[in-house]
């Protein structure tokens, strides 16, 4: 499994953009890098994934680096329905079963 | 469109007592399943994933047991509970097509065993 590194905690403010930074030095060349957030007492929630290119969706945008060791999850604006723990994961891609393995994850605290 | 649905959303039980929480889903058929536990304040961990009926593959020792009876349907089970089955419990199914890359979550169980 890829293990990833992120920050514990980061705030932004209403409306601002928000980079939120993820290593995973370990990643298989095969992994796709997955983002996913979690609001209080809920489930996951999917987020964005990619696997070498930059990838945009309605949520969020993810740009991932050159050599694939770190990649960043980009909320352009961020909105209070947006504070949650951000989790940044590797996983396998197209196959029959995607275990995913999520650590500790970023605490995003959004301010008005 | 696709559902997932736990249940119960909390429960409080006894050292030493059975256990057994069910996820079903809607919409989807043949779906790969999964049972993840989270801790306080920690990340996820998965317990079990299933491929079809009947067939269930356990990630960690432990005195919890899965069994899917039915397509849509699986179940996590225990006989004697323990303090340390305490947690958030996720089931979750990924998606097929041009989703096949993401898993959707219930809404999670949370245990308390006392």
């Known amino acids: 499994d890829a293990k990833t590194t992120q920050p514990n905690s980061m705030e932004s403010n209403e409306e601002e953009p928000v980079h939120l930074p993820c290593n995973h030095s370990?990643?298989?060349?095969?992994?796709?890098i997955h983002w996913y957030r979690q609001l209080p007492s809920q489930g996951p929630e999917y987020v964005i994934h990619?696997?070498?290119s930059n990838v945009n969706n309605r949520m969020a945008s993810l740009a991932i680096a050159e050599d694939r060791k770190s990649s960043t999850l980009i909320l352009h604006r961020a909105t209070l329905r947006d504070a949650a723990v951000y989790y940044c994961t590797g996983g396998p891609g197209g196959t029959s079963y995607g275990k995913l393995t999520f650590g500790q994850g970023t605490i995003l605290t959004v301010h008005p | 469109s696709q559902t997932i649905h736990q249940w119960p959303a909390t429960l409080v039980q006894p050292v030493g007592s059975p256990l057994s929480l069910e996820c079903t889903v809607e919409g989807t058929s043949n779906p790969n399943l999964y049972w993840y536990r989270q801790a306080a304040g920690r990340g996820l961990q998965l317990l079990f994933y299933?491929?079809?009926?009947?067939?269930i593959s356990s990630e960690v020792p432990q005195n919890l047991s899965a069994s899917r009876p039915q397509d849509r349907q699986f179940i996590l089970s225990s006989k004697k509970l323990l303090l340390s089955d305490s947690g958030f419990y996720l089931c979750?199914?990924?998606?097929?097509?041009?989703?096949?890359?993401?898993?959707?979550f219930g809404a999670g169980t949370r245990l308390s065993v006392l």
């Open positions: 990619g696997l070498t």
């Open positions: 979750a199914w990924q998606g097929t097509g041009v989703a096949k890359n993401i898993q959707y």
């Open positions: 370990t990643i298989s060349g095969t992994d796709y």
């Open positions: 299933s491929v079809g009926i009947g067939q």
